[in-house]
């Protein structure tokens, strides 16, 4: 076993070419940890978020391995861990905010973060999932109740946490409506199950409300986009319905009036919460569980735009900020 290991930090915040490569020491699994041998991550918005220092509060300790998601083999487990062994194929979140992240050869994190990993895709393709459908999938089932027959509008659906919300609204029985800038995204979305698709550049919200709902309005709105739409959320969800969201910068400029005239329910979700208290750990690995499911399925498959090495990872994170690709960006460590 090697003492040091090659990692990819950011030693202040910066620009995507703030990222060099370092060696650092093998990290040792604590108790209730285990280590894994990363085999790939990907990019986030709250990576590229923590290395530009717009969310300080969630860096780690600098410097800092960013990466919030992994897939690899387990390595070494801490005591108490009877969860997992060493060669296990796995999957999770365990840190790249709040503590150090997967940009690396090791990656450590409490055994509660991870799950095993779907047996039906490659495991390096499983490190585009933890993040995006574990966003999606507490979007629909925990801070709505998506259920057969529903209506629901998947804002920027072919985006990261768009596209599997799309997949998992449909799994869940859901007439799934999704938005998109351009035929590309449109198209994908609708490869990915949604029964429509709207081009909301031509397209106002009161038309596609009567054009899909009768005029009535969604059941649920998913808005994993901000920048606006949450407004528009207000305007396209029924009386009684829910507005689920990702976003919180919006909402700080936004009246909730529409909230009150109409009975909405309005949740909002932070994902890697668990990791930043250090506590509740074990949600992430059993929403994980789940997916995993999913995937083997056939119900949830991730959507891979572009994939890089480890040591492309300012391009990676150039790529991510322009918007200009679906789905994921998967970084393999090669």
Do not use: P
């Given at each position: 076993m090697p003492s040091e290991m090659t990692a990819h930090v950011i030693e202040e915040y910066g620009d995507p070419d703030a990222f060099t490569e370092t060696e650092r020491p093998v990290p040792e699994p604590g108790p209730g940890e285990i280590r894994v041998e990363v085999v790939a991550s990907s990019v986030n918005p709250v990576d590229y978020k923590i290395r530009a220092g717009h969310i300080p509060d969630f860096a780690p300790e600098f410097p800092a391995t960013l990466g919030c998601d992994v897939a690899g083999v387990v390595d070494a487990v801490g005591e108490g861990v009877d969860r997992f062994e060493p060669g296990d194929e796995v999957y999770g979140m365990p840190g790249g905010a709040g503590r150090q992240g997967a940009l690396a050869d090791y990656a450590v994190g409490h055994a509660g973060t991870f799950a095993d990993a779907p047996e039906s895709i490659p495991l390096a393709d499983a490190a585009a999932l933890p993040v995006v459908a574990l966003t999606?999938?507490?979007?629909?089932?925990?801070?709505?109740?998506?259920?057969?027959?529903?209506?629901?509008?998947?804002?920027?659906?072919?985006?990261?946490?768009?596209?599997?919300?799309?997949?998992?609204?449909?799994?869940?029985?859901?007439?799934?409506?999704?938005?998109?800038?351009?035929?590309?995204?449109?198209?994908?979305?609708?490869d990915l199950g949604a029964d429509a698709a709207v081009d909301y550049t031509e397209t106002t919200t009161a038309e596609y409300v009567e054009q899909y709902t009768g005029g009535a309005g969604f059941d649920t709105v998913f808005d994993p986009v901000g920048d606006g739409h949450l407004a528009t959320a207000f305007e396209a969800v029924r009386p009684f319905g829910s507005v689920v969201t990702t976003e919180s910068s919006a909402a700080e400029e936004l009246s909730l009036a529409p909230m009150h005239q109409n009975s909405l329910e309005l949740g909002v979700v932070l994902v890697i919460l668990p990791v930043l208290l250090g506590e509740g750990q074990e949600r992430v690995g059993d929403e994980l569980d789940e997916i995993a499911s999913l995937v083997d399925d056939g119900a949830i498959t991730p959507h891979i735009d572009e994939r890089f090495a480890f040591d492309e990872v300012a391009a990676a994170h150039e790529l991510a900020e322009s918007g200009e690709f679906v789905g994921k960006i998967l970084l393999e460590n090669e």
């Open positions: 999606a999938w507490e979007m629909l089932t925990d801070k709505a109740d998506v259920g057969i027959d529903d209506d629901v509008l998947v804002y920027g659906a072919s985006g990261g946490v768009g596209h599997v919300g799309v997949q998992v609204a449909r799994w869940l029985g859901a007439n799934v409506v999704a938005t998109g800038s351009t035929a590309a995204k449109r198209d994908l979305a609708l």
